[in-house]
Structure formats: C-alpha cells, structure tokens
C-alpha cells in the first residue's frame, strides 16, 4: 500500500541514481553507452592539480632526460619509457620534473621515432590480421 509505493520509489530513485549519475533514464546523448546496461562510464586518469614536482622527488631534471635517453637507445618506445619511469623510479609525470613531455625531449636529442607509436601500433595490428 502506501508504505510499499514509498519503498518503491526510494528504490527507484536510488537505482536511477546510480545508473545515470542523475541525468534521465532515456536522455539523447553523444556518447558510447553500455550495451546491456544504461550506464556511461566515468573512469579516466586523474592529474595532480600541482604542475611542481613532488617534493619527495630527489631526482633532477637532467639524470631524468639522461634515463630517457638511454632506455630510447636500448629500443623502447615513449609509453614504454614513461611506465619504467613511473614504476621503477618513482617519477610520476615527467613534464612536472623537466618541463617537457617525453616525446619532445626524444626529437631534441634525435631520437625520436620515425613514425609516431599509435600508428606504428595500427599498421602492426593490421598486418597481423591479414596474416
């Protein structure tokens, strides 16, 4: 009775709640949906508000670019070279410690490669499937 249709609702509310994050149940939107579920999905990298190193960070600016440098020369590519930094050496965002991006610093010292990885990845996938 009345005691039902308030749980009723404070269910429904609930639920909408979560599924949507507060936006209607069959509101037009751009973006990908969920295939079985109504949800959009949030999740991204969060970066810190501060651009300064931390200060914990004891590492300067040139043993930084001289690590790059080498793990460039031993073959790995910029994302490879960014997660040896992050997980072995503790540097989380390497524009924050040098003021460049890895990238940029590979063309400084020409070692940059000659195609950029997201492409090189694509041609790689695309030749592993006509295989």
Known sequence: SRENLGFFFFCFFLRRKQQGRGAPFFSPSTAMGRMHSRGKG???????YKRTPP??????AQDV???????AKKGLTPSQIGVILRDSHGIAQVKSVTGSKI???????????????????LIKKAVAIRK
Do not use: M, V
């Not at 200060?55 to 300067?60: A, G, V």
């Not at 990238?103 to 990845?121: M, Q, T, V």
């Open 103 to 121: 990238l940029r610093i590979l063309k400084a010292h020409g070692l940059a490669p000659e195609i950029p990885e997201d492409l090189y990845h």
């Open 65 to 71: 670019e001289e690590n790059i440098c080498k793990f």
């Open 55 to 60: 200060s914990w960070l004891k590492i300067s």
């Open 42 to 48: 949030i999740s991204a990298s969060a970066l810190p």
